[in-house]
């Protein structure tokens, strides 16, 4: 779901009352208050200043409040449906395993409360997608309103971006693997184009800050199963071993010891196993009775596979 102009368009008094209603008062309140209110703007258009006029929504794009008022205004948002649902600041994903009832009425019911609620803000319906995952899948149709209170088919996608992350109707992640890959060899371009030599300190010093973190942010989500995307993301890291001096000569193998370097496919396993190691601790806190609640609610559930 993507909320037009959604930093724009969150009301003052609206937000004022929620935080109030998460217990923020007294001089916190006020302060807040005195850091949204009493705006004004005007535009200019051609050398042509418009008259000033007050600003009555809308939180500072920015600013570091600015994203966490907006994220207190919409906290109540999972309360009121019954899918799962994820938020990030105005990222909204709602998603639902299929059952044998009626999944379209179910989905739908959900989308159409984000319509009715008390946030006043409207959806982007060129910007709202659905994706279908599962074989089986019935690939019900969905729809959100518009401005002229017109309901809008949600686009169907076969891929999207999601907090950097692309992924696919098959989830093979095999395009964002692609991508990033893509990326990287750019960055290992222009520093090619850019040192005529580099010692071995500078070329890993290089690696880790600027291409690494490229080939591995978010491993644990998109971790690749097919060899093709193993070597694809490999061979990144074998071509920038060889910027070096005097190193160019050696095997991988070889480059990677003298780097002091694991594998890229080792440096993956152990982010999954530190990943599992802080669900089993409870460092990073799952929900597993959110999720157990909402599996309650499904009476009779498909395969795992079929997920829309």
């Not at 989308?111 to 319906?125: A, E, N, R, S, V």
């Not at 690939?139 to 992924?167: C, G, H, Q």
């Amino acid at each position: 779901m993507d909320y037009a102009k959604a930093f724009d368009t969150v009301p003052h008094e609206r937000l004022l009352a929620q935080l109030s209603t998460l217990g923020i008062r007294g001089s916190t309140l006020s302060w807040i208050r005195s850091f949204l209110t009493g705006r004004e703007q005007s535009v200019t258009v051609n050398g042509s200043l418009s008259e000033w006029s007050n600003v009555s929504s809308g939180v500072l794009q920015g600013s570091v409040l600015g994203p966490l008022l907006f994220t207190m205004f919409v906290s109540d948002v999972p309360n009121l449906l019954d899918n799962y649902i994820s938020m990030f600041a105005d990222d909204t994903k709602i998603y639902q395993i299929l059952e044998q009832l009626d999944p379209q009425q179910f989905l739908q019911g959900d989308l159409d409360k984000l319509q009715t609620y008390k946030m006043q803000m409207l959806f982007h319906p060129e910007k709202c997608k659905v994706m279908h995952l599962g074989s089986n899948n019935p690939r019900m149709n969905y729809t959100t309103s518009s401005n002229n209170n017109t309901w809008v088919p949600f686009v169907v996608a076969e891929e999207e971006k999601d907090l950097r992350v692309i992924i696919d109707n098959e989830l093979k992640f095999s395009q964002h693997i692609q991508a990033q890959a893509n990326k990287a060899n750019r960055v290992l371009g222009a520093l090619q184009h850019t040192f005529l030599a580099l010692d071995k300190t500078a070329c890993l010093n290089l690696y880790k800050s600027l291409i690494r973190p490229l080939l591995e942010y978010a491993s644990v989500v998109w971790n690749p199963a097919l060899k093709r995307d193993k070597d694809t993301l490999e061979k990144v890291q074998q071509r920038a071993t060889r910027l070096a001096q005097g190193l160019s000569h050696l095997s991988y193998s070889d480059r990677l010891a003298s780097f002091q370097l694991p594998t890229l496919q080792f440096r993956r396993l152990r982010a999954d196993v530190i990943q599992t190691f802080k669900i089993l601790k409870n460092i990073d806190n799952i929900n597993f009775q959110y999720v157990e609640r909402q599996c309650s609610k499904q009476q009779e559930v498909l395969p795992p596979e079929d997920i829309t």
